[in-house]
Every structure is written in structure tokens, then in C-alpha cells.
């Protein structure tokens, strides 16, 4: 919807909202991490166990708990810093005047959660969270970005 369109402003209130869902969920999963005071969230080896106790494993989980510890140390300190910090950027203002601001950063967010749910799918089946939460992710995309997606391939 054009800018000018009476409708713009219920739109922005209405993607606003879904933003604010999505930084909700994240950054509400990064917290229950760290206030639920577990040590092996807290000592980085969360994921060295998560892989076997998933709810139900796929045939990748077992290829990913094979991965050397220092591997899943990483992938910790990777899922708090999508989930903290960069879940802020889901809602800071999309634009100013006319200009995009935050969009790199935005996109970064984006294609990082993205890619933190597809992991996720790929090695446990939590059933549509994932699902669900890309396509929330996705409302952080500007339009702009996606007809250069769309124009590209």
C-alpha cells in the first residue's frame, strides 16, 4: 500500500504489532535462557546435550552431536546473540521520512533468524514454531528487498 493511502497508517500499526511479536518471542527465549540459571546454558554446552534430548530428533540430530564441543559452544554464543540482541532490530523504526534506516542491520536480523529456525528444524521437530516464526520474520523484509529477491532469480 502506497504511503499516501489512508490505509498506510493502519498497516504500519498492523506490521508494527507482528514485529513486536516476533522480538517478543525471540527475545523472550533468549531471557528464559539466561534466568532459568541452567549451567549448561550458562557454561555454553546446552547444545551438547540438545541433540539427544530433542523432542523428537531428526536423522541430522544425530549427525550434529557428533560436531566437536567447540562447535557447540559457538552455536550457543550464535543463538544468544540472534535472539538478544539482534531480535532488537525487528523493532526500531523501518523508515525515516523517506529514507530506510537500520535496513542493513534489519536484514541481518532477518536472514539470521531465518537461518537460526531452519537449523532448528533441520535437527528436532518442534512442529510449525519454526514454520511460523519465518514467515513472522519475514513481515521485517521491506518491500524494496523483495522485488530485488524476486528480481534476481
Not at 498492523?14 to 531471557?31: D, E
Not at 541430522?60 to 544468544?80: D, E, G, K, N
Not at 514467515?135 to 521491506?142: K, Y
Amino acid at each position: 500500500v502506497c504511503s499516501s493511502s489512508p490505509l498506510s497508517r493502519y498497516n504500519d500499526v498492523i506490521f508494527f504489532m507482528i514485529r513486536w511479536l516476533l522480538f517478543r518471542l525471540m527475545f523472550s527465549s533468549f531471557l528464559v535462557k539466561l534466568q532459568s540459571q541452567c549451567p549448561t546454558w550458562w557454561s555454553l554446552t546446552a547444545l551438547q546435550w540438545h541433540y539427544q534430548s530433542t523432542c523428537i530428533p531428526t536423522p541430522a540430530s544425530w549427525y550434529f552431536h557428533q560436531l566437536p564441543p567447540w562447535f557447540h559452544r559457538l552455536s550457543v554464543v550464535a543463538t544468544y546473540v540472534i535472539e538478544g540482541p539482534l531480535s532488537i532490530l525487528f523493532i526500531l523504526p523501518f523508515r525515516f521520512g523517506s529514507r530506510f534506516i537500520f535496513r542493513r542491520s534489519r536484514l541481518t536480523a532477518v536472514y539470521a533468524n531465518i537461518a537460526l529456525m531452519l537449523l532448528i528444524q533441520f535437527t528436532g521437530n518442534y512442529n510449525f514454531f519454526n514454520a511460523l516464526t519465518i514467515v513472522i520474520t519475514c513481515t521485517c523484509l521491506d518491500d524494496e528487498h523483495i522485488e530485488s529477491v524476486i528480481r534476481s532469480t
